[in-house]
């Protein structure tokens, strides 16, 4: 029983993520008490001056005495809605309730704000609060004999420590693991983890001690135990975390002479933790050191001294709620009294033991199926966050494949904008040059009709001057000329790029040639084009061989309309 009662103790205070309180109240010191008085405010400011004062007592582990500002956080980050802050202050309310052994209000807001932290933009001060949590969570279960949970999230915030550079809660993660193999009773292994950390934990000599004690080693847990007593200072200590380890070294020291039943050297030490203990007062580690006083006096056959003791633990334990420390004790006291051969007390003594295991039994099994409802509701938020991820991520889509189809709608219109303008322009050109070629051909042609006036006037003046067939063939020449340039205007409309690409293979063709092209392409027969130029058709029909040889045309399988289609 002796063994197993200190391997619990040991392990707890090896994994101190949290601590024991002082009675006397601590003040805060006057730059936080001047921070908070200037930021007054409900806003972040605000915040961060309440965390800096938490901070604080957990620093001095007077953790109780934080919880003002704990709940002033939690309204204030209801109040600026601010998530962050809201898993902050759920973070430290589950670190209370663990403090005052409200095991089933611990799990439930640790959960809280674990599920919070891991739904924020990961950032410095959120990954801290992440492997808070870890740590948190890692003690929970070791409290509560969930190994395989316990080493979960002791990996999971040894991993962020690292990735993160917390060099700190590294060293918190690792004396945390050599805590756990010390409990599953990996001593030697539980050495070698904490000689890891012998430059960074100052409990790490301590543990090593533990761990020869509990292998009965006690040559190397007395060296190791004596250096600590040697080089730490006892009288005017003020640093809590080194009063704290002297005053387990001496326990832990005693309980190597509980086991070597060298009684009255147990009882010297502990009278050496006792004097360190009422310094400050620190009822819990009074618990434990009437708890192995008691195991002395039972071996010096002081039963009577040794129940009085028990009986104080168990009464310091209820106080506190510490279920295990009374559970303990009770054992403890079943020893006693089968040693003074008190059957009847005996008896009864080991009723109401039997009522705490029950008790320990269901808290553990309770606590086992609010793990799985939390386990349940993780899940279901997982699935539902991947959800909304999803949706997101189809949203997003959605958004992207618009605005490509609206970008490419709006290069159409461009486009198209751009060719219509192009249109409008070459339409514009060519009425512009419409425009400028009648404007010429009128003036030809008023020329040619105001020579023919003239000439018919002197006809009419002098009969004997017969300018009548000129005056005809003047007017003949006029009308051949608008017909031919109505054809090209009409034609250059229906095929603006006709000329120009005929030229670009064929460059020697002449004007006439040119125009003969335009005629047959038009589909004009031999006779129709004679008409339009005022030639005789076979006229046409040289003109056409001369074009076939010009283009190339030396069979007569090709025709020059079946060849002219092609431009």
């Known amino acids: 029983m002796k063994k197993y009662f200190l391997l619990l103790f040991l392990v707890l205070f090896a994994l101190s993520a949290f601590a024991q309180e002082d009675s006397s109240p601590l003040s805060l010191p006057d730059s936080l008490v001047g921070r908070l008085k200037e930021f007054r405010k409900t806003d972040l400011n605000r915040a961060e001056a309440l965390e800096a004062a938490i901070r604080f007592y957990f620093d001095e582990r007077r953790i109780l005495e934080a919880e003002t500002y704990i709940n002033e956080l939690a309204a204030l980050s209801d109040e600026i809605k601010d998530r962050y802050w809201k898993a902050v202050s759920l973070y430290y309310k589950s670190l209370c309730a663990y403090e005052s052994n409200l095991f089933s209000e611990n799990l439930p807001l640790i959960n809280k704000s674990l599920q919070i932290t891991e739904t924020l933009r990961e ?6 609060l992440l492997t808070r949590i870890c740590l948190a969570k890692s003690a929970f279960y070791f409290r509560n004999n969930q190994f395989p949970e316990c080493q979960s999230y002791i990996d999971r915030g040894l991993e962020l420590a690292e990735n ?17 193999l010390m409990r599953m009773e990996r001593f030697e292994d539980a050495i070698v983890q904490f000689k890891m950390i012998l430059a960074d934990d100052k409990n790490a000599i301590l543990n090593i001690a533990s761990s020869f004690q509990q292998l009965k080693q006690y040559d190397s847990a007395f060296y190791y135990l004596d250096s600590i007593i040697r080089y730490m200072p006892k009288a005017g200590v003020k640093d809590r975390v080194v009063q704290d380890i002297l005053i387990k070294t001496y326990q832990t020291k005693a309980v ?9 050297d147990a009882l010297q030490c502990l009278k050496e933790s006792r004097v360190l203990l009422e310094k400050f007062d620190d009822k819990k580690q009074f618990c434990v050191n009437y708890l192995h006083d008691a195991d002395a006096n039972n071996g010096k056959g002081l039963y009577e001294t040794a129940l009085c003791l028990i009986d104080t633990a168990i009464i310091i334990s209820r106080n506190f709620e510490d279920i295990y420390s009374e559970w303990f004790a009770v054992k403890l006291k079943s020893d006693i009294l089968e040693n003074m051969k008190d059957y009847e007390r005996e008896v009864e003594n080991l009723r109401y033991f039997n009522i705490l295991t029950d008790t320990i039994n269901n808290r553990e099994n309770l606590l086992k199926v609010q793990e799985q409802q ?41 486009i198209l904008i751009l060719l219509n303008k192009k249109r409008l322009a070459s339409e514009l050109a060519l009425r512009n040059r419409e425009i400028t070629a009648k404007s010429m051909d009128k003036i030809q042609s008023n020329e040619m009709l105001n020579n023919a006036i003239e000439k018919l006037t002197e006809m009419e003046e002098h009969p004997e001057n017969n300018v009548l067939p000129g005056v005809i063939r003047d007017l003949k020449t006029l009308i051949d000329a608008d017909t031919k340039k109505d054809f090209d205007l009409h034609f250059v409309q229906m095929h603006p790029d006709f000329y120009q690409k005929l030229l670009t293979d064929f460059p020697n063709l002449t004007p006439n040639e040119l125009r003969l092209c335009a005629f047959i392409k038009s589909n004009l027969s031999i006779k129709e084009i004679a008409t339009i130029n005022g030639i005789s058709v076979d006229s046409v029909k040289t003109a056409r061989k001369r074009l076939r040889k010009s283009l190339n045309l030396t069979g007569e399988d090709v025709s020059l309309l079946g060849f002219l289609s092609k431009y």
């Not at 950032?123 to 801290?128: D, K, P, V």
């Open 256 to 264: 190597c002479y509980l086991d070597l039943e060298q009684w009255d």
């Open 374 to 414: 939390y386990q349940h509701e993780a899940t279901q938020m997982e699935k539902q966050y991947e959800l909304q991820q999803q949706a997101f991520q189809q949203k997003q889509l959605i958004i992207i494949i618009l605005a490509v189809f609206i970008t490419i709608i709006a290069t159409l219109v461009a």
């Open 164 to 180: 993160n550079g917390f060099e700190k809660l590294q060293s918190s993660f690792h004396n945390n693991y050599g805590a756990l």
């Open 123 to 128: 950032t410095t001060r959120t990954q801290l």
